[in-house]
């Protein structure tokens, strides 16, 4: 079991700056992914950035050029630097961690953390 606590959303005006956290804790194997998805009202669930073990990263159209996911190994953190903020970021954001490689691999989620963009 892996357990995930997330931490930093709030709200923000236009053109500001947010700095999500996630920490895992439990049983994690060496090969994992960490990575944040979000949700606005209405829409569904998306991924905004991903980064695995080795530092390989995946950031969706949307925020490329805005948003930087980092992670720390020894901490088993990953971070979301969240610059010129727009209103249409404004979601609940979640951490997600993929635990072990792609044949045994097993998925967990955080409780998410409320990030609002105001105008």
């Known amino acids: 079991q892996v357990q995930l606590v997330e931490s930093g959303g709030g709200l923000v005006q236009a053109g500001g700056s947010l700095r999500l956290s996630c920490a895992a804790s439990?049983?994690?194997?060496?090969?994992?992914?960490m990575g944040w998805y979000r949700q606005a009202p209405g829409k569904q669930r998306e991924l905004v950035a991903a980064?695995?073990?080795?530092?390989?990263?995946n950031y969706a159209d949307s925020v490329k050029g805005r948003f930087t996911i980092s992670r720390d190994n020894a901490e088993n953190t990953v971070y979301l630097q969240m610059n010129s903020l727009k209103p249409e970021d404004t979601a609940v954001y979640y951490c997600h961690f993929q635990n072990g490689p792609a044949r045994d691999t097993a998925y967990y989620w955080g409780q998410g953390t409320q990030v609002t963009v105001s105008s």
């Open positions: 980064i695995d073990n080795v530092g390989m990263k």
């Open positions: 439990g049983r994690i194997f060496s090969i994992n992914v």
